[in-house]
């Protein structure tokens, strides 16, 4: 079994400490454990050390991604230190893609000359909603001024800057979403992502949702919203490249980009994934776990899945379809048998006939019909 990496080009590192947990968080982070950070950070180095041999790399990295968690909450006194480790592994250069997550509230002072020095050149801030009375519901403690007096300080460090919402938060009535998004365009960003709204199981939130102590807005009114987001962030300059990002001409996410190209990526960290074009496989989840894995040099790895042809298909079918660039049909082609291309160029006639895509120069696209039924698409589309 080989987790070789040949030409590696895009990284991810995750740092999972969070100074809280929203209500809705179903990722690999921990809240309340600042002080195994040192630690932690002592580990993740170190297992970036002990992958040097598992890879080949002979050009500068496209793009690295510190992800979370809450990576603006890695103490400045260790970051350089896991930069200057990362670099004798991997070379990047201003040319290489570098963001940084960052969730408002957490910024230290000189945080954001420091991240410039070390070669961040791209911020994703946490945003999600401007109501304080919404975020203290999904306890996210951040406020509206911590949101505006960021975005102040980055303006003239950072020139490549993306902020997340969600839609479909309760306690956000239709003429607040549309105020926040008209409020967004007088911002200094370069990017935007808006997600819908989703309530995982075991999550504080779900437990609620269940209760009926909070109560979410209809569907059909988040997806009007969706729809209006679109064409109201279009006219600002910012267009949909993909199902949740928008962004200004050129200041698409690489690292993104790369996931749903299918591109081969490294994570280094606790719970964090890696693909290398044939298996994809995640880290131990548990966090003493971790450590005695890195320093053991064994039993990292929690999860490993073989992808199958039938996968393979399956995923360019569904992440072509999410993205402006839609699907290559000779690419998805290629995979199936005479029966089964037959079954696809059927199926793709019947959704253009149900005004859910359309077929233009050898490739898929959805409508935005087809956009708020995308899974459904796809699925039709993949024979049996």
Known sequence: MSYYFKNLEHVYIHWPFCPYKCNYCDFVAIASHENFMQQYHTSLCQEMINFDQN????????????????????????????FATLRKLVPFDDQTEVTFEVN??????????????????????????????????LNRHQTQ?????????????????????????????????????????SWPITHISVYFLMVHEKTPLYFKVKQKSVILPPDDQSIDLYYWTVETLGSYGFYRYELSNFAKK?????????????????????????FNGRFRFQNNKNLRNYFTAVANQEGLLHEVEEITAQQVSIEKIMLGLRQAQGVDVENVL????????????????????????????????LTPQGYVVENEVAVNLFPE
């Open 104 to 137: 408002p509230g957490t910024v230290a002072d000189g945080a954001l000359e420091l991240w410039k020095d070390l070669g961040i050149n791209r911020l994703s801030i946490g945003v999600q909603s401007l109501k304080d009375s919404v975020l203290q519901g």
């Open 250 to 274: 050129g200041f698409e996410s690489r690292h993104n980009q790369a996931y749903w190209d299918r591109k081969s990526y490294k994570g280094f960290g606790l719970g964090a994934c890696s």
């Open 334 to 365: 290629q995979d199936f048998s005479l029966a089964q291309q037959q079954y696809f160029k059927e199926k793709a006639d019947w959704l253009e006939r149900q005004g859910l895509i359309k077929q233009e120069h050898g490739r898929l696209f």
């Open 145 to 185: 001024i911590d949101v505006i007096h960021l975005l102040q300080k980055t303006k003239s460090i950072f020139t490549n800057v993306s902020v997340d919402f969600i839609i479909g938060l309760p306690g956000v009535s239709v003429d607040e979403w549309k105020a926040m998004i008209i409020q967004a365009m």
């Open 55 to 82: 890879f080949d790399i002979n050009r500068p990295l496209k793009t690295l991604y510190i992800g979370g968690g809450t990576p603006s909450t890695y103490p400045l006194d260790l970051l350089p230190d896991m």
